[in-house]
Structure formats: C-alpha cells, structure tokens
C-alpha cells in the first residue's frame, strides 16, 4: 500500500488521482498505523515549510516518519515542501526540518 501522507497541506487529491492514473492505488492518511504498515510513502506539500514542520509535529507525524523511513527503511518520496521538509534547516521561517537530507533550503 502506497500512504500519502495528510499533514494539512499539500495537492493530496491529484497526486492521489495520478497514482490511480498509472493503476497503483494509494491512500490519503495521517493514521500512524497506516503510515508504519505502508509499503512506501509519499510526502507532498504546497505551503511554507515552518508551518509544514509544524503540522508534521503538532501531529506527532515527525516522529512516527522517522521510525518508518529511518529506522524501518520505508521508501519515501517527497514532492516540493515534503522533499524541502527532509533537510536540516529551511531558510524560509528560520526553521529545523526533519534532518534526513544533509542539506538547507
């Protein structure tokens, strides 16, 4: 199962559409338990990266991510904000991100 992961911003519903597209289903959710039994995961995102962070913590996402794509090695792919969101800093906002990419936005 492919999770796209809903942490309050994002183009949840087209990327959603263009998997069913190519004929892999995908699910919408920010249930932890979908998110660690899902075969890969995407992280979209349309927004400001401090809010994005914020949205990742105040849901306890940040977290529950790490242990599936770090500590489990769950296939992740991030779209615009999701893949900025995986660095270390962003610029914009003055903000940590998730601190997979050793990089900063």
Same mark, same amino acid.
Request: charged share 25%; with cysteine; proline share 4%.
């Given at each position: ?31 932890? &338990?979908?998110?660690?039994? @899902? ?5 979209? +995102?349309?927004?400001?990266?401090? !809010?994005? %962070? ?11 991510? &790490?242990?599936?794509?770090? @500590? ?5 792919? +991030?779209?615009?904000?999701?893949? !900025?969101? %995986? ?19």
């Amino acid at each position: 199962m492919i999770v796209i992961v809903d942490y309050g911003l994002g183009n949840l519903r087209s990327i959603e559409k263009a998997f069913r597209r190519i004929g892999r289903p995908a699910v919408v959710s920010s249930s932890v &338990r979908d998110i660690l039994e @899902a075969d890969k995961l995407v992280l979209p +995102g349309v927004g400001h990266f401090k !809010q994005g %962070m914020a949205n990742l913590k105040k849901m306890g996402l940040d977290l529950h991510l &790490r242990e599936a794509v770090i @500590a489990r090695g769950k296939p992740i792919l +991030g779209i615009c904000l999701g893949m !900025q969101l %995986m660095t270390e800093f962003s610029e914009e906002g003055n903000c940590i991100g998730l601190g997979w990419v050793p990089a900063r936005v």
